[in-house]
């Protein structure tokens, strides 16, 4: 770990510790420690590896080296970086220990004492021109403190609602599951009657017989425990493959000892609570009743309409929750996928470039830019290119705070607009269509007027009443204006869920001064982007050999990776709902199949007296459409009720959306029909000679 005195002196100790996986790549060599390696060009000694439990502080980005923060002028030698000594720029998540009986409230009312008075020099410096939103921001800023266990939490805390969905999709899956089970057993144990009798009149204690039977339902619930496990074992991979590259997710999800235990003790609780009901049912006959009884008939109807009848219920109803879920998540990814982002996002490749890693100044890395986008342009099968300082739809964009002439916000408004500096080329190369003006070009440099191209939203809330084009406006305390030479459609920036178009205005790369020196190449192409990496890669090696070209990929997949939980999502939601559907199925028939045969008599009777095929089948086909019917309502009832819990996880679509819940009926109906047509065909078919003598 590092010591005290490695964050005193700015570069002043070059020292590294690696983490545990990074280190396992490395060979696990135990002599790495106190040994040098080259970060970015410069030596790094390393003096320790991290613990193979330690993650650090966000499981979404393990990191595979730690150095002081007072090494990062150095390994990132940006003049123009201003993130280290600027005061009030909140860029660092800070963790700290509380001392032996400190609590977090002393340590709040010691460390809120300082923030109060960072806060109250922040608004001193602020220049006379600055806006009342921007006092009004520092003054509302508040302290808080947490307990650290658990990181800083971000990924945890968006993935909390759809996990607690999947989980709740789980329960219901597994009672479903119950239900078939426990109606299993009400066969088996209506079918075993006369044994139960022949076991009980020969001395056999009621009880001994129960425990019998819930041997019988725990050696079925454990065994299903057993391969839900192996299941459960091959599903973590295939839900990994959708979280974004980098996470640390799938560092430590091996099942253990507690995965395993808690499997098979919840399958030994549904075991005895779902296998309990049919064990007592089975038992409770009087024995002298059971072996005089020479054709148990179901005891009719009745028996099905009672217990077995209500699982078959409350499977459709649990089913149609599931499907009803399933529907609202696929379409939530469709409406995502297919929703107009204002660009063109087919054929564009993405890869990022940072020349400040290698040592360059802000003069000399602005020039090997320019120079590597203008060369991209020319490589054969690209239309055009161009960098940008974000990509878009990846979670954040560079804002501040506007001056625009003219333009009087409303009490409270905070005039701002977020921005990337771009070179010429990018907004081509996106496809992002010029609604009015001209777009940036080489001849915009750092020499002449300050220029940008606005989004439709800048140009309609800060300069209404004509064209935008030729106005101006300020970034901050600037004094020099930039003046909007184009306005482009407005599109998607942070998210595809964003329900309106944040200001935006692209800046000039070079008029703009950037907190950091990493630009993002977007070049659009003929055929496959990535088939044209390797000749932008020999283009970035005609300038510089060590300058390295990552987080290659294309636009395409950029959006998709953004899409991760909502594939998530309608992945298992459609697969729970399926199944669901399934196993509700299997219900169905197994009712219906075993009223057919515990009928059989009676259906022989009423053949015999001239009752047709048809009304055979009806009969058995009616008893089934009350059943489903109930369990559709009680369904739908139960999507409802949900309504507040999806409202916040579906897009483009309502929570209680009209053709879902159609789809879901007309699915779970048709389902059914088909499950009974089975039985209810049997059933018309019997021979009344052979049903009467049976």
């Keep these: 770990m590092n010591a005290p005195d490695d964050d005193k002196v700015l570069g002043g100790h070059p020292v590294v510790v690696l983490d545990y996986a990074f280190w396992q790549r490395l060979g696990a060599d135990r002599g790495l420690v106190g040994r040098s390696l080259l970060l970015n060009g410069h030596p790094m000694t390393v003096v320790g590896v991290t613990g193979p439990e330690f993650y650090g502080t966000d499981l979404s980005l393990r990191p595979q080296l730690r150095v002081p923060l007072a090494m990062a002028p150095v390994l990132r030698p940006n003049p123009n970086d201003s993130t280290m000594i600027r005061r009030g720029h909140q860029w660092l998540r800070v963790m700290a220990r509380l001392r032996p009986g400190a609590s977090i409230e002393q340590a709040m009312a010691a460390a809120d004492v300082v923030f109060r008075r960072g806060n109250a020099a922040l608004l001193t410096d602020l220049p006379a021109g600055a806006p009342e939103s921007a006092r009004q921001r520092i003054e509302a800023r508040r302290l808080t403190m947490?307990?650290?266990?658990?990181?800083?939490?971000?990924?945890?805390?968006?993935?909390?609602?759809?996990?607690?969905?999947?989980?709740?999709?789980?329960?219901?899956?597994?009672?479903?599951?119950?239900?078939?089970?426990?109606?299993?057993?009400?066969?088996?144990?209506?079918?075993?009657?006369?044994e139960?009798?022949?076991?009980?009149?020969?001395?056999?204690?009621?009880?001994?017989?129960?425990?019998?039977?819930?041997?019988?339902?725990?050696?079925?619930?454990?065994?299903?425990?057993?391969?839900?496990?192996?299941?459960?074992?091959?599903?973590?991979?295939?839900i990994l493959s959708f979280l974004p590259a980098g996470n640390a997710l799938g560092s430590d999800l091996a099942p253990d000892l507690t995965v395993v235990a808690a499997t098979f003790a919840l399958a030994l609780v549904a075991g005895l609570l779902f296998g309990l009901a049919p064990a007592l049912r089975a038992t409770r006959h009087d024995p002298s009743a059971a072996l005089n009884h020479d054709s148990p008939t179901v005891a009719g109807a009745a028996h099905v309409a009672s217990l077995r009848s209500v699982l078959i219920g409350a499977q459709v109803a649990m089913s149609f929750v599931l499907l009803v879920g399933a529907g609202l998540f696929l379409r939530t990814l469709s409406n995502l996928q297919t929703i107009d982002t204002g660009f063109d996002r087919g054929r564009v490749l993405v890869a990022s470039i940072d020349p400040s890693l290698n040592g360059y100044d802000a003069p000399r890395s602005a020039a090997a830019l320019t120079e590597f986008v203008q060369r991209v342009e020319q490589v054969p099968g690209i239309r055009h290119a161009g960098l940008s300082s974000v990509s878009p739809?990846?979670?954040?964009?560079?804002?501040?705070?506007?001056?625009?002439?003219?333009?009087?916000?409303?009490?409270?408004?905070?005039?701002?607009?977020?921005?990337?500096?771009?070179?010429?080329?990018?907004?081509?190369?996106?496809?992002?269509?010029?609604?009015?003006?001209?777009?940036?070009?080489?001849?915009?440099?750092?020499?002449?007027?300050?220029?940008?191209?606005?989004?439709?939203?800048?140009?309609?809330?800060?300069?209404?009443?004509?064209?935008?084009?030729?106005?101006?406006?300020?970034?901050?305390?600037?004094?020099?204006?930039?003046?909007?030479?184009?306005?482009?459609?407005?599109?998607?920036?942070?998210?595809?869920?964003?329900?309106?178009?944040?200001?935006?205005?692209?800046?000039?790369?070079?008029?703009?001064?950037?907190?950091?020196?990493e630009m993002v190449l977007h070049a659009r192409t003929d055929g496959d982007p990535l088939g044209r990496v390797d000749a932008v890669r020999q283009q970035l090696r005609a300038i510089d050999v060590t300058l390295p070209l990552s987080d290659v990929t294309t636009l395409d997949d950029q959006i998709a990776e953004s899409l991760s939980s909502e594939r998530i999502l309608a992945t298992l939601g459609s697969s729970f709902g399926v199944l669901a559907l399934l196993l509700a199925a299997v219900g169905v028939y197994g009712v219906l199949a075993f009223a057919v045969a515990r009928r059989t008599r009676e259906i022989g009777l009423r053949m015999a007296l001239g009752a047709e095929p048809g009304d055979v089948s009806w009969l058995i086909v009616r008893q089934l459409a009350v059943i489903v019917l109930a369990g559709l309502l009680g369904g739908a009832a139960g999507a409802w009720a949900l309504q507040g819990v999806l409202r916040t996880m579906v897009f483009g679509v309502r929570p209680a959306d009209p053709a879902v819940f159609a789809a879901a009926v007309v699915i779970v109906g048709a389902t059914s029909v088909i499950a009974a047509l089975l039985p209810a065909r049997r059933a018309a078919r019997l021979d009344p000679v052979a049903a009467l003598r049976q």
């Design 146 to 194: 947490r307990p650290g266990p658990q990181g800083t939490n971000r990924m945890r805390t968006s993935a909390e609602l759809p996990l607690l969905l999947l989980g709740g999709a789980t329960a219901t899956l597994m009672l479903i599951a119950c239900a078939n089970l426990a109606n299993l057993l009400l066969a088996r144990g209506a079918v075993r009657q006369r």
């Design 196 to 238: 139960m009798a022949v076991r009980t009149a020969l001395g056999g204690n009621r009880w001994r017989l129960v425990r019998q039977l819930l041997v019988e339902s725990l050696v079925l619930s454990v065994a299903a425990g057993a391969l839900g496990l192996l299941v459960a074992v091959w599903m973590v991979g295939v």
């Design 393 to 517: 739809i990846t979670g954040s964009w560079d804002v501040n705070d506007l001056t625009v002439p003219g333009y009087q916000p409303k009490d409270g408004e905070e005039v701002n607009a977020s921005f990337a500096a771009v070179t010429p080329g990018y907004l081509e190369a996106m496809g992002i269509a010029l609604r009015e003006g001209r777009a940036l070009t080489w001849r915009d440099t750092e020499s002449v007027q300050r220029v940008a191209v606005i989004n439709e939203t800048m140009a309609r809330e800060y300069f209404p009443g004509g064209s935008a084009v030729g106005r101006h406006f300020s970034f901050g305390g600037e004094k020099e204006p930039t003046e909007v030479v184009g306005v482009v459609r407005d599109g998607k920036y942070v998210t595809l869920r964003e329900d309106r178009a944040p200001r935006f205005a692209y800046v000039r790369f070079l008029q703009r001064t950037l907190s950091g020196a």
